[in-house]
């Protein structure tokens, strides 16, 4: 993760600028390019990964991949180690090395979404969900795996402002990711003898395609197929879920379909996640503002002791750590009160429930924002010692409010993020069948490629509320506007969360111990 936002995320947008001459809107666009790409990556690499590879080959041929698009990275900042903006000494970047960037930058977002779901699989796979005890640490295991994560934002948060300062910036930024991923990824091998690894279902995923393809086919064209109407026997004896998903029930062997039973209720499963996904999405776009209209909004405060992009960079991840262990504690720990009182009265801390919650301080984060912006614009400017107005990249007028205001809606998102992001791999890995285990999480992932595509819409269809001068702009309004919809979106997930079936064949391990606990007492 040093690697992902140290070498990659976290500084695209001023490198390709200032290096090679992109104006702001298309370095935004190129950001969440960027963005969407790595996360459209889960959903192959998940399929391969279930297919043929399973989840250990899969991390080591995406890591793999990852060093090389950093290396092709490393070579494109070497030949175009020159500034072209203001003060630079060049005025066109060399083309050769633009060409290489934009190559090793997606090489690299291909290594980095595939690696995603395959590593969070072969982790969770060490458990043994027979045993209480194993299944409770799998639980922190997914918080201890997004702690590693901010750890890695947290450190490479101040990569930023370094290279900024450095001749030789960007070179020295690839060059470390590049090699400390090589090690790690050469550890990874060393001790891959150690690991548990399940042998992949090759059939699986493919079925799955199939069974929607035939409940389509059998839907639309019935009088091309031959009827079948099931016994009592066999009406008595299939899963309680049968019914609902009358369109994949025709590909079912209880219907006349080619499939066994068994199988349609795996992929009914999927689908009857999906409702519960599509919140996910608005989730996401929110947690993309705190890396663009937040950074802009700070770029116009007093920001010259601590520079507003590195601002977000190192405390988002820092509260991500800080309440993603606390979170673990209060909620789960023997030792802590309030985990007690809710083991008593049979409540979890599930990841249905954690993707629900987070929903909340997100929302209040979008809010703060807000205000904070319609406060910014009415205090007053920021002058220098010259007398002269303080001006941001942009040339747009500072105000004398202090960037640190800003780490108001980061906490509240980060709080945000601590909740939903474990939530996601928890639920998406609990909850689907064996054999679809790597994929489900692939699409819990690909929430943030269309929250990426979303923004783009956002920010296109909103453009002439935010301008490069916020005091002309309405960004305070804009924020208003998302934190409504991520209302809206609460709702609409009391709403999934309320339809979805806890009761079903799938159900997560945790839920199933509690409740034999809880019927033996």
């Not at 220098?384 to 990249?393: A, F, H, M, R, Y």
């Amino acid at each position: 993760m040093f690697a992902f936002y140290g070498g990659l995320k976290d500084w695209l947008n001023w490198y390709v600028g200032a290096y090679l001459g992109v104006d702001n809107t298309d370095a935004q666009t190129l950001y969440l390019a960027f963005n969407s790409f790595t996360y459209i990556m889960p959903i192959l690499s998940g399929i391969a990964c279930d297919l043929y590879l399973g989840s250990a080959k899969t991390v080591y041929l995406a890591g793999s991949a990852y060093v090389g698009g950093l290396l092709i990275l490393l070579v494109s900042t070497i030949i175009n180690n020159k500034l072209v903006v203001a003060g630079g000494s060049q005025e066109e970047p060399i083309q050769a090395g633009v060409v290489l960037y934009y190559i090793g930058s997606f090489v690299a977002a291909f290594g980095s979404g595939a690696i995603k779901p395959a590593i969070v699989v072969l982790g969770a796979d060490q458990y043994n969900m027979e045993y209480e005890e194993e299944a409770v640490q799998r639980g922190s295991y997914y918080t201890l795996f997004y702690v590693t994560v901010q750890v890695g934002g947290f450190v490479a948060g101040y990569f930023p402002m370094l290279v900024k300062k450095e001749d030789f910036g960007p070179e020295l930024t690839i060059a470390l990711t590049t090699s400390m991923l090589a090690a790690s990824l050469a550890v990874l091998v060393m001790f891959r003898n150690r690991f548990i690894v399940k042998p992949c279902k090759s059939s699986e995923t493919l079925e799955v395609i199939q069974v929607i393809g035939s409940g389509v086919a059998r839907s639309v064209a019935p009088c091309a197929f031959s009827k079948k109407t099931p016994t009592e026997t066999q009406i008595m004896d299939a899963p309680k879920e049968s019914s609902g998903f009358g369109i994949l029930d025709r590909a079912s062997n209880l219907f006349g379909g080619p499939f066994d039973h068994d199988r349609v209720a795996a992929c009914k499963q999927i689908v009857r996640m999906l409702p519960v996904w599509s919140t996910q999405i608005m989730i996401m776009l929110v947690y993309q503002q705190g890396a663009t209209y937040w950074v802009s909004e700070g770029w116009q405060m007093n920001d010259t002791v601590f520079d507003s992009n590195t601002l977000n960079s190192v405390f988002d991840p820092f509260f991500c750590a800080l309440f993603m262990l606390t979170i673990r504690y209060v909620f789960t720990h023997p030792s802590a009160p309030l985990a007690n009182w809710l083991e008593s009265r049979g409540w979890q801390l599930t990841g249905l429930r954690q993707m629900g919650i987070g929903i909340i301080p997100f929302t209040a984060a979008m809010i703060a924002a807000g205000a904070l912006e319609t406060k910014r614009k009415n205090s007053p400017l920021l002058y220098g010692p010259d007398g002269e107005v303080v001006l941001s990249q942009y040339g747009a007028p500072k105000h004398d409010m202090s960037v640190f205001w800003m780490l108001i809606p980061t906490a509240l998102g980060s709080l945000g993020e601590s909740f939903c992001f474990v939530g996601i791999m928890d639920f998406f890995y609990s909850e689907a069948p064996d054999g679809l285990k790597t994929i489900s999480t692939a699409i819990g992932m690909f929430t943030s490629a269309v929250a990426s595509w979303v923004g783009i819409v956002f920010s296109q269809g909103f453009k002439s509320w935010v301008g490069n001068d916020l005091d002309d702009s309405r960004l305070a309004q804009y924020n208003y506007v998302i934190a409504g919809i991520s209302g809206a979106n609460f709702l609409w997930f009391l709403v999934t969360a309320y339809l979805y079936r806890r009761t079903n064949p799938y159900r997560g391990p945790l839920t199933e111990l509690s409740a034999n606990k809880h019927a033996a007492h």
